[in-house]
């Protein structure tokens, strides 16, 4: 668990500035996050690529998959892109829990029999 600040950036959106650059949870399983005040600084990347607000809703927690959780399902659930652009003028605090496994662990795919099917693997 840890406490994030991210202070004040420009309220219009500069290219380049960020608050925390596009990146998905390579070492975690997922990560909930708990956006403690209304600023608006969470984005995610839908499968358009175009990049969506995380709204923070009071009394909500926001939970991000990871890499391993992605791993484990062959990518039947995919990884969040994620970033934090804090464009609002004020601080902004969020507290994210990580969870994830030992790093010596071996990943491989764990969930689910339909998750191994190589059905969709390009004939060679």
């Not at 950036?9 to 925390?20: D, L």
Request: with cysteine.
């Amino acid at each position: 668990m840890r406490l994030l600040h991210y202070p004040p950036q420009p309220a219009r959106h500069e290219e380049g500035v960020i608050g925390i650059g596009a990146h998905t949870e390579t070492r975690q399983c997922f990560t909930i996050l708990w956006q403690q005040d209304d600023v608006r600084a969470l984005q995610a990347q839908n499968t358009n690529g175009k990049w969506v607000d995380a709204v923070p809703i009071p009394g909500t927690l926001v939970v991000n998959l990871g890499d391993q959780f992605a791993r484990w399902t062959n990518d039947v659930f995919k990884s969040t892109v994620h970033r934090a652009i804090n464009n609002s003028g004020m601080e902004r605090y969020s507290i994210p829990l990580f969870f994830g496994t030992d790093y010596d662990v071996k990943l491989e795919v764990r969930f689910c029999p339909s998750c191994i099917a190589i059905d969709w693997l390009p004939h060679m």
